[in-house]
């Protein structure tokens, strides 16, 4: 079976300094995950994606990820904040034990951005 | 291309009545899916869908039917809405079957059942 926790339901952060978006993972078979941003009443896009290559994955604006299989760890990480960032954040796992392509989501994490 | 589209955006229901979420891609994809969204839950697969003619039961099917007579469209019927399926529904599609395919989302159905 597989799950995703994401540490942290809300982060607040001001613009031009990092953000660090934690998110743990469990899986019973070598994973997929993935980092989606939900800004408001819009649907998901994908930031980046891990599929067994490359452990640090770079996204789209400017975020990127790293992949630590000794900590089941995928947190999302960006050197400097912007206004545009302000969002909903989900980490999401699917493994090859997985029917149907399912993709577990964390419970999301809301980011502020502040001036 | 226009990706995933959803209609309606926006749907008020009562209980006991039925509907169609309409959900159509235009990509070509194989992979056809629908999610519910609610409050501090992420998203939750309720059917999928890996090919015109094939459905499949996901994580909350309860309630929900679905199709898929053409690979462009995959509608979610719910028989007799309750206010439990007051919630934000998502369809999404990936070109093909398999862990490492991003999944391409459509902007949403808000439905409420009073």
């Known amino acids: 079976a597989q799950s995703v926790t994401q540490l942290d339901s809300h982060v607040s952060v001001s613009e031009g300094t990092p953000v660090l978006l934690r998110c743990n993972y469990s899986?019973?078979?070598?994973?997929?995950l993935f980092w989606y941003v939900q800004h408001p009443n819009k649907g998901l896009q994908l930031l980046l994606k891990?599929?067994?290559?490359?452990?640090l994955v770079k996204g789209i604006n400017g975020f990127e990820a790293e992949f630590k299989k000794s900590e089941t760890s995928f947190h999302l990480t960006k050197p400097s904040a912007h206004m545009s960032d302000a969002a909903e954040y989900f980490c999401?796992?699917?493994?090859?034990?997985?029917?149907?392509?399912?993709?577990?989501f964390g419970g999301g994490t809301r980011v502020l951005v502040k001036p | 291309n226009a990706g995933v589209t959803q209609t309606p955006k926006f749907q008020v229901l009562k209980t006991g009545q039925s509907m169609t979420l309409q959900c159509a891609q235009d990509?070509?994809?194989?992979?056809m899916s629908w999610y519910r969204q609610d409050p501090g839950m992420g998203l939750r697969l309720i059917h999928y869908?890996?090919?015109?003619?094939?459905?499949d039961q996901g994580e909350v099917p309860n309630g929900y039917n679905v199709s898929r007579s053409t690979t462009e469209d995959f509608p979610l019927r719910l028989l007799s809405a309750a206010p439990s399926q007051t919630s934000v529904y998502f369809c999404?599609?990936?070109?093909?079957?398999?862990?490492?395919?991003?999944?391409?989302f459509g902007p949403g159905t808000r439905l409420t059942v009073t």
């Open positions: 899986s019973s078979y070598s994973p997929s």
């Open positions: 999404a599609s990936s070109p093909r079957w398999g862990t490492s395919y991003e999944q391409y």
């Open positions: 891990y599929t067994s290559a490359a452990t």
């Open positions: 869908s890996v090919g015109a003619g094939i459905t």
């Open positions: 999401v796992v699917s493994d090859s034990g997985a029917a149907g392509n399912k993709l577990t």
């Open positions: 990509m070509n994809h194989e992979y």
